[in-house]
């Protein structure tokens, strides 16, 4: 440490900085010996903690403290007015991507006479029909579209809730043990718009 301290003393007498005069107004030198009294130099942050819209970045020596325009919780729901997702946000669009995206794809397994496809665990779901069952569907959104794989156990069958069918007639599914349905919707805040492929084998 005393060595340390001897190597600013010495940098310090070799430069004119620390000791000259700018416009008219004379700097005193650096009193080094105001910092031998240290015994250890820290440096960098030592944790980072924070509140619904700030950052605290903490050192030994006091805290920044880094407030943001809105709150980024995890609980929030923050706003942005355009959003690039691997490039720069486009001018006019709410938002461009470049690369692959998608919905995970969730799982309904409990299947009885009465069963719920809630929309908010996920757009794209499965549903194995190991029973005739009627569906009601929760949580859509204006707007979107959601996808229902229907794997048939067996020559089950589907009571449908509300759905305007493409050729207003309704899916009839394939009736073979291990074959997939696919029924896809348009919800526009009012009504569902149904079409589907049927028969995958």
């Known amino acids: 440490m005393e060595d340390f301290i001897q190597q ?3 940098y310090l007498d070799t430069i004119s900085l620390f000791n000259h005069r700018h416009n008219g107004v004379d700097f005193p030198k650096i009193n080094i010996n105001d910092i031998e009294g240290a015994s250890t130099f820290v440096a960098g942050v030592s944790s980072v903690t924070g ?3 700030q950052v605290v970045a903490s050192a030994p020596t006091g805290a920044v403290t880094l407030s943001l325009p809105q709150s980024i919780a995890t609980t929030s729901t923050p706003r942005f007015s355009r959003l690039g997702l691997s490039i720069g ?3 006019s669009a709410v938002m461009i991507a470049v690369g692959q995206y998608f919905s995970l794809v969730f799982g309904n397994s409990a299947i009885t006479v009465a069963t719920n496809i809630d929309w908010n665990a996920g ?3 499965t549903l194995n029909l190991s029973a005739t069952t009627t569906l009601t569907f929760l949580n859509p959104k204006a707007g979107a579209t ?3 794989e229907v794997q048939q156990a067996g020559g089950f069958l589907i009571t449908w809730p509300s759905v305007k069918w493409v050729g207003a007639t309704q899916p009839v599914l394939t009736s073979t043990a291990g074959a997939f349905d696919i029924i896809s919707f348009f919800y526009d ?3 569902y718009f149904g079409t589907y492929s049927l028969n995958f084998n």
């Open 146 to 148: 959601y996808t229902l």
């Open 189 to 191: 805040g009012t009504y």
């Open 51 to 53: 509140t619904t819209n």
């Open 89 to 91: 946000a486009d001018s």
């Open 8 to 10: 600013i003393k010495d």
């Open 123 to 125: 757009n794209r779901q």
